[in-house]
């Protein structure tokens, strides 16, 4: 007979369990991109990206041909990762790139965290290669897009069947959190899901108005 105990399951994410790669969150691959609309879509590559930064989880940046096609990173991600070099690729495959492969085992960590364009070749792609050699892979669904729905929702389902598992950027950034009383990220946690949370974070500027606080579900 199992035993209930008050400890997190070993499929969730911390800070110290995981990396991040960002792909391909470009201008011109987002012009494309039909399956989100663009400002639904930046706002939330800058939460996860600000969730990455506040729990200081090892970031990958990377993109594709920037100069002669698909032009520069999202200002929302650069703008957090300043220092951060972004890897510019010819693959479209972000996993055979081996200064991706070399940065992944210097960071020496099992799970792997994906967002970026279009999600059935840029995430396909990594989650695959990453699924085949023995990671863990979580995609942050609405942090990636296609050229139409059927392309992204085709491409969910095939990396789920193989075992990814599907998450959306607020539910990365309180994951992180998990538990209202760790102060020394509470504020932050607080002012990203306020700026980039939806009715989430308007719920948590009422709860601070009202009660003076922001503890939620």
Not at 49 to 62: D, G, S
Not at 64 to 75: I, Y
Not at 81 to 97: A, L, Q, S
Not at 195 to 205: K, R, S, V, W
Request: hydrophobic content about 40%; charged content about 20%; proline content about 4%.
């Amino acid at each position: 007979m199992p035993q209930a105990t008050p400890t997190p399951g070993k499929a969730l994410l911390n800070p110290a369990n995981h990396l991040l790669i960002m792909i391909d969150h470009q201008s011109q691959m987002a012009f494309a991109t039909k399956s989100i609309d663009a400002v639904t879509l930046r706002n939330n590559t800058a939460l996860v990206a600000k969730a990455a930064r506040e729990f200081k989880v090892p970031t990958i940046l990377t993109t594709v041909a920037e100069k002669t096609f698909s032009g520069p990173l999202f200002d929302e991600i650069k703008s957090v990762f300043p220092e951060n070099k972004v890897i510019d690729r010819t693959t479209m495959n972000t996993w055979e790139d081996g200064r991706i492969s070399e940065r992944v085992n210097k960071i020496d960590r099992n799970k792997v965290v994906l967002a970026g364009l279009w999600t059935g070749v840029c995430i396909v792609g990594p989650a695959l290669s990453a699924l085949d050699q023995g990671f863990e892979v979580y995609v942050i669904a609405d942090a990636c897009g296609d050229v139409s729905d059927e392309a992204h929702e085709r491409a969910m389902e095939r990396m789920i069947q193989l075992g990814a598992q599907p998450m959306t950027s607020l539910q990365y950034l309180l994951e992180l959190q998990r538990d209202w009383a760790r102060s020394e990220t509470y504020n932050e946690t607080v002012a990203t899901s306020v700026a980039h949370g939806g009715g989430y974070g308007l719920g948590l500027i009422y709860a601070k108005t009202m009660f003076g606080g922001g503890e939620g579900h």
